[in-house]
């Protein structure tokens, strides 16, 4: 599989797209529209953020506690299932009177619930692609991911200035309906990838297992702490720039599409596997220089240049694919969703504490340190990695 083209072509990749598609505006819309409910009823910024990204802390818990559920499930019923959860959630965060306490339990068993729908979503998208398709495709969803939320934000911006949080919060709810609706119609039924009863031992059992790989394990912690970091430099934005962090934004959204593009579509499979650490070097240098707080083009350019390094998490996912029996792909893939949502949480936590002891442009400079040292730790744990399965080859040929 080479091109777009003919991931289009593959049956059952336009629906899967689609109904992904929809549900990505109406997260977007939905999160922008709490924020604003949370932060008028309150007058905390702190709390409106939270309600905006609280959902990914609680991933690891889902990760912890039920991703043993994304091989066990029928993947459409579920993915049917979750799209309808996700509108019920939505459309209950909408009516008038409920207390912040309410709102902040419902955002948190929703994110239970995504961290389960993440596994269920990427170990299908392997089943339709086959292996050799996963990379290509995954970078089409990275794109979308990037043009839909900008589509969602606009969209959930225009409603609740011209109407109200909780008619785009509706909006939203509708979206979920219409994607479950696309997949129901659209995908074919297909068994579980696993077999065994959903319980938190199963999903212990797995981790321990997908953890006991030296090389997966690495691969897990180059998918999670260099770009974590990275997202904690990008929660910055606002303080750095308070009249000009929509530009950043989007120049990291304009990086990010160029570095999907350039992993996904350009550089040929046998060249993939040597870029991904100097792409994740790359995520952070650009940031270093931030510490002399520069102009806006020419932080523009930093951050546009910066944000192609995200695409090392295509090749980290490819060879996490490539180490992964096929009955844990939906776990794995899930555990790497929950895993990534978590430390980006956790960086954003930290960058902004940082930011408050010292100031926005130092904290992105800590940050892009603290991430450049974590993959340079990565790389040399990874070589010493490969001479040692080299040696013990050789060892054993004797």
């Known amino acids: 599989m080479r091109s777009y083209r003919d991931l289009f072509r593959t049956p059952e990749f336009t629906p899967f797209f689609l109904s992904a598609s929809a549900q990505t505006v109406a997260q977007t819309m939905g999160g922008l529209a709490l924020g604003t409910l949370v ?3 309150t007058g905390s910024p702190l709390l409106s953020a939270v309600s905006m990204f609280g959902s990914s802390l609680v991933q690891v818990l889902g990760a912890t506690f039920l991703l043993s559920a994304a091989d066990r499930l029928p993947p459409r019923a579920a993915l049917t299932a979750l799209a309808l959860l996700f509108a019920v959630a939505t ?11 309410g709102l902040f339990a419902i955002v948190l068993a929703k994110g239970l619930a995504e961290s389960v729908g993440g596994g269920v979503r990427w170990g299908l998208l392997n089943e339709i692609l086959s292996k050799d398709g996963y990379v290509l495709g995954r970078s089409v969803f990275n794109m979308m991911s990037g043009l839909m939320q900008i589509t969602g934000y606009a969209a959930g911006g225009a409603l609740v200035a011209v109407m109200s949080p909780r008619l785009s919060l509706l909006t939203a709810a509708a979206l979920y309906v219409l994607a479950a609706v696309v997949v129901r119609l659209g995908l074919s039924p297909r068994p579980p990838r696993a077999t065994g009863r959903l319980s938190a031992s199963a999903t212990w059992r797995a981790n321990a297992l997908l953890w006991s790989s030296p090389a997966r394990r690495q691969v897990y912690l180059a998918l999670w702490i260099p770009n974590g970091l ?21 120049c990291a959204a304009l990086g990010m599409l160029a570095g999907d593009v350039l992993v ?17 070097q790359l995520l952070a240098v650009p940031y270093m ?5 520069p102009a806006l083009p020419l932080a523009a350019v930093a951050v546009t240049v910066a944000s192609v390094g995200f695409g090392a998490s295509l090749v980290q996912q490819e ?19 929950a ?15 940082l930011a408050r002891l010292t100031s926005p442009a130092r904290a992105m400079t800590m940050m892009a340190v603290g991430s450049a040292g974590a993959t340079l730790l990565l790389t040399v744990a990874a070589r010493r990695e490969e001479l040692r399965t080299v040696s013990c080859g050789t060892g054993s040929g004797g």
């Open 39 to 41: 932060y008028r009823a």
């Open 91 to 101: 459309a209950g965060l909408a009516l008038p009177g409920l207390p912040v306490w």
């Open 230 to 250: 990275v997202v904690g430099c990008e929660s910055l934005y606002v303080s750095y720039a308070p009249d000009s962090a929509g530009t950043l934004f989007a």
């Open 264 to 280: 996904g579509r350009v550089l040929p499979r046998h060249l993939r596997p040597r870029l991904g650490f100097p792409l994740l």
């Open 289 to 293: 220089p931030f510490l002399l707080h």
């Open 319 to 337: 060879r996490l694919v490539a180490l992964t029996p096929d009955a844990l792909s939906g776990h794995a893939l899930g555990l790497h969703s």
């Open 339 to 353: 895993g990534m949502l978590t430390m980006q949480g956790v960086a954003a936590a930290l960058a902004g504490s």
